[in-house]
């Protein structure tokens, strides 16, 4: 039996500090934290306990071929929204000795005093909270809700706080999902050839373990995914295929299952994926063109947190490749972990595997901070394109890595197939490794090959 927690009697034994923010507190999901107590501002924030429930012994040999995916995952999650700077008490049971607060790029100073650990929040965040050897807890600090439809409003879907099974949901033109504050929904939504769908607000759509491809929205234009958290689904989480105008705005997304991507944008155009969470058991993001006459191009990546937590690439263009790709901007994000066996021997913190013919060209890497936990630091690969189908080799060229801050020495990888299909131009522009700058094509975490031109490094 673990020993209770007593946050009350943490707190007074702390400094108060005077904090005005607004704080909105969320109802408490069924399955309550024996591990952490929270307060923001005072107030007490229900921490819910999410542990998978994976068939361990019935799933693929490869999934489980890592230590970390032979038992069941367990995260924790505070989350609530506020409009601006807070203070956060975490308790737990013992005395507290290692603290982690990350991403470190957020400079959240936590200070410790027996049991309890607190920080100055100083706005809306999404952390990764680790101490000792305990479960981490995913703590969402979400903004306050803008565009929540009324109560009233037509052509919306709307569930409630409390627990709703309402299996597969199929949207049309310009209708919206929305999830209060509170609400666990078990379900998974499609929509196909529709305009101007909405799905937002600050509940859990969980797919149970059951669901398939839990987002999946195909030819679609005008979308909105926003604030919502994304969990247990089986396979890919948010699959976009052929979609034009798309949006996924501070989304959280937790997967535990065997290619549990976060989001994949399939032969799809203009698509945003910014301010979200992605907890993942493959790719956080994957952009993929599996579809020869349906180019994807305008795809922004940004102010992202990443943890991929098995077989899983923060950020990865690939493996399946068979149209163009082009114009994609992966911009301030947060990699903790990049992990895992891959066909093409490890996974990366990011990556582009060119497995098939398309050309992929333009593509800018900027300002992104990668943690020591790694298998590879990054990688441009263009195959013989059999790793997931039977196709030719395709290109690689025109890529920009600026301001890249990899904690750690990791391998580097550039390697085109043969003297027709190269990888080309690759620029570093002021990146860095392990706090020293990077200059040169360094030997101890360089591997290129000798299908590779123009490789340049810039202060």
């Avoid at 603290?99 to 200070?111: L, Q, T, W």
């Avoid at 999404?126 to 050897?133: R, S, V």
């Avoid at 981490?136 to 009324?150: G, I, K, M, T, V």
């Avoid at 690689?396 to 600026?402: A, Q």
Wanted: glycine share 8%; proline share 6%; hydrophobic share 40%.
């Amino acid at each position: 039996m673990r020993k209770s927690l007593n946050l009350t009697a943490s707190i007074l034994m702390m400094t108060a500090l005077h904090v005005s923010a607004e704080v909105k507190t969320y109802p408490p999901m069924p399955s309550l934290s024996d591990l952490y107590s929270v307060t923001v501002n005072g107030q007490v924030v229900a921490v819910e306990k999410l542990r998978s429930q994976l068939p361990l012994d019935r799933l693929p040999e490869w999934f489980t071929s890592e230590p970390y995916t032979r038992e069941q995952q367990e995260v924790h999650i505070a989350a609530f929204s506020c409009s601006g700077e807070t203070e956060v008490r975490i308790a737990v049971a013992a005395n507290v000795g290692r603290v982690s607060v990350r991403p470190r790029s957020k400079g959240i100073a936590a200070r410790t005093d027996g049991n309890v650990v607190a920080f100055r929040l100083p706005g809306p965040e999404k952390l990764y909270i680790e101490i000792d050897d305990l479960p981490p807890l995913l703590f969402f600090a979400d903004p306050p809700e803008q565009e929540a439809p009324a109560a009233d409003a037509p052509r919306v879907r709307r569930f409630g706080p409390g627990v709703h099974h309402v299996g597969m949901i199929t949207l049309q033109d310009d209708e919206t999902f929305y999830l209060e504050a509170g609400a666990l929904v078990y379900g998974g939504l499609r929509a196909k050839g529709a305009r101007n769908i909405r799905v937002m607000g600050r509940g859990v759509l969980d797919g149970g373990y059951e669901m398939v491809n839990m987002v999946k929205l195909e030819d679609c234009v005008g979308v909105v995914v926003e604030g919502i958290t994304i969990r247990n689904g089986v396979n890919w989480t948010n699959t976009l295929v052929n979609c034009t105008d798309v949006v996924i705005r501070g989304v959280k997304v937790i997967s535990f299952g065997p290619s549990g991507d976060g989001v994949n944008p399939v032969n799809s155009r203009n698509v945003t994926i910014e301010g979200c969470f992605l907890r993942c058991t493959d790719d956080c993001v994957a952009i993929k063109t599996p579809r020869y006459e349906q180019p994807s191009h305008d795809i922004l990546v940004a102010d992202n947190t990443m943890i991929g937590f098995a077989f899983s690439d923060g950020v990865t263009i690939g493996f399946e490749t068979n149209a163009p790709i082009r114009n994609v901007t992966v911009r301030n994000c947060d990699i903790l972990q990049a992990r895992g066996g891959s066909r093409v021997d490890g996974h990366s913190a990011f990556s582009i595997i060119c497995d098939g013919p398309a050309l992929i060209e333009d593509v800018c890497f900027e300002n992104l901070r990668v943690a020591a936990d790694v298998r590879k630091a990054f990688e441009l690969n263009v195959t013989d394109g059999t790793l997931y189908g039977e196709d030719p080799p395709g290109h690689i060229r025109n890529i920009r890595l600026k301001g890249i801050a990899w904690e750690a020495p990791r391998p580097i990888i550039l390697s085109g197939h043969d003297p027709a299909h190269r990888v080309e131009n690759v620029a570093f522009n002021g990146c860095s490794i392990a706090g020293e700058p990077l200059l040169s094509a360094r030997q101890d975490v360089f591997r290129i090959n000798e299908f590779v031109d123009g490789v340049t490094f810039h202060p």
